[in-house]
Structure formats: C-alpha cells, structure tokens
C-alpha cells in the first residue's frame, strides 16, 4: 500500500464520519434548504412543493429520497451540535400541537434518522418561522409537541 493511499484512506473515514453522525445506533443527518424559491403554483401537487412547503407523506420515503433533497434545493450540513438536536428532539412526546399560524410553512430544515442498514426510519421537517413540525416514518406523519421555546432553541443550533 502506498503512501498516499495511506493518508487518503483515513481521510475518506474520517469524512464520511463528519458528514453524518451515528447516535444511539442511529445515523442522524442534518439537510438545510440552500435558497427559497416560490411556490410554483401550476405544480401545487408535485414532491418538491410537498417536501418544502407543505405535507409529505409515508410513501415519500423512498432510497431516492436524499437525492431528491439535493435537487430541490436542499443541503447535508455537517453540524457540530448535532448530538444537541438529536437529543431534544428524541426528549420530545409526539401528538397534535394545539396552536395553527397564517404563514407557509417553508421547511427549511429536515432530519434524516437510519437504521444500520442505511435505511430512513424516519424525517423530521422543521419550520422555525411559523412553529411548525412533521414527522414521517415509514408507517405514518404526526406530529412533535413542541413550545416556542423550543423552535427557538433548534432555531440556535441548526
């Protein structure tokens, strides 16, 4: 093995460990929207405009789906205080929050948890503008409970 191989392989590893962290056997991933682009109306329906600004469903959960990421404007964010986040979110109950608001939700931010085998086992989609939160997994989309407080706090860290 040469030297360069030597150097380089290490690098790739640690790379690929910045770029996605493993938390409690989970991978956590992080993607933030790069730029804000309008609601193309003639394509009210169609997967991006669902994925950013509105509800996605379960059967949105496909092996493709960090790639359609990508080409909708989104970006892997190799963030430091993602433990931070994995933690308030995992401390958090699931349910209906009680209170609505008059903007569109545009979520900018999206968590991306995999099992070991590298399979999405669930999405959380954030909008710190308007309160706003959905989670999907594999078998359904609610809700996280959460307080202004903490979309404030997320707000901070992402």
Do not use: W
Not at 48 to 68: M, P, R, V, W
Not at 105 to 128: A, E, G, S, W
Not at 142 to 148: H, I, T
Request: charged content about 25%; proline content about 1%.
């Amino acid at each position: 093995m040469s030297i360069k191989n030597l150097i380089i392989l290490p690098l790739l590893l640690f790379c690929s460990f910045i770029s996605s962290q493993k938390l409690n056997d989970e991978i956590f991933i992080i993607y933030k929207l790069k730029s804000e682009k309008t609601l193309n109306k003639s394509k009210k329906n169609s997967l991006k405009n669902q994925t950013i600004y509105g509800n996605s469903k379960s059967e949105n959960l496909h092996s493709d789906f960090e790639k359609d990421l990508i080409k909708f404007g989104y970006k892997k964010v190799e963030d430091l205080k993602s433990n931070q986040i994995f933690e308030k979110l995992n401390s958090l109950k699931n349910g209906k929050n009680s209170y609505d608001t008059a903007c569109l939700k545009v979520y900018r931010d999206i968590l991306i948890y995999k099992n070991q085998n590298n399979k999405i086992i669930k999405i959380i989609k954030i909008c710190t503008s308007c309160y706003a939160n959905q989670v999907i997994t594999p078998k359904s989309s609610y809700e996280l409970l959460m307080n202004f407080e903490d979309y404030d706090f997320l707000d901070e860290l992402l």
